[in-house]
């Protein structure tokens, strides 16, 4: 199995990732979560042929999560590919609850994700893989920030309740699925 050079730079950032990054968040609170990031036009570029995923086949959707609503990706097919583009990586910070209206705010310091028949907010920045120890204070001191924002604007109490409603109605649609 040949490898393509995005592919390689993609398994180089999630080795950094996954080898130090992840673990030293865990150790500050962070866990995997339930909910995957939604693939957008963004993750695409258009061809003479038709859309093309930026994204490969070791792509990884997974999110972690410290703190409600507050969602952490690692986009790790975003990027240019040359010699050292292993080192730079999007950290993305997303609300899970789709097309949520927003306070006017919170616009600009989170912008849309775009799916096929809504949005989610996201919150994205750019983090260098060669100082990992670095890169676990910044996300996690901008996760709280973030948090901190929300809060400010009354906007986590309310996705709280948000959240609450949706699970209730999957855990009794999945009840009634059984039944």
Same mark, same amino acid.
């Given at each position: 199995?040949?490898?393509?050079?995005?592919?390689?730079?993609?398994?180089?950032?999630?080795?950094?990732?996954?080898?130090?990054?992840?673990?030293?968040?865990?150790?500050?609170?962070?866990?995997?979560?339930?909910?995957?990031?939604p693939i957008s036009l963004e993750d695409m570029y258009l061809r003479d042929d038709g859309w093309k995923?930026?994204?490969?086949?070791?792509?990884?959707?997974?999110?972690?999560?410290? /703190?409600?609503?507050?969602?952490?990706?690692?986009?790790?097919?975003?990027? +240019?590919?040359? @010699? $050292?583009?292993?080192?730079?990586?999007?950290?993305?910070y997303l609300i899970s609850i789709p097309n949520y209206q927003l306070t006017s705010s919170l616009l600009?310091?989170?912008?849309?994700?775009?799916?096929?028949?809504?949005?989610?907010?996201?919150?994205?920045?750019?983090?260098?893989?060669?100082?990992?120890?670095?890169?676990?204070?910044?996300?996690?001191?901008?996760? /709280?920030?973030?948090?901190?924002?929300?809060?400010?604007?009354?906007?986590? +109490?309310?996705? @709280? $309740?948000?959240?609450?409603?949706i699970k209730g109605h999957s855990r009794n649609s999945s009840q009634n699925s059984v039944s």
């Open positions: 199995m040949s490898l393509t050079d995005r592919e390689k730079l993609e398994l180089m950032r999630q080795g950094i990732i996954r080898g130090f990054i992840i673990p030293q968040l865990e150790e500050r609170g962070y866990l995997v979560s339930y909910w995957k990031r995923p930026l994204y490969s086949r070791f792509t990884s959707w997974e999110t972690y999560r410290k /703190d409600y609503p507050l969602y952490l990706f690692f986009n790790t097919f975003y990027g +240019d590919v040359y @010699e $050292k583009a292993y080192k730079n990586c999007f950290t993305e600009g310091v989170f912008t849309r994700l775009n799916v096929g028949n809504g949005y989610y907010w996201k919150h994205r920045m750019p983090i260098n893989l060669l100082y990992p120890e670095a890169c676990v204070k910044i996300i996690d001191a901008t996760y /709280d920030e973030l948090i901190i924002s929300l809060a400010r604007e009354g906007v986590l +109490d309310e996705l @709280e $309740k948000l959240e609450s409603r």
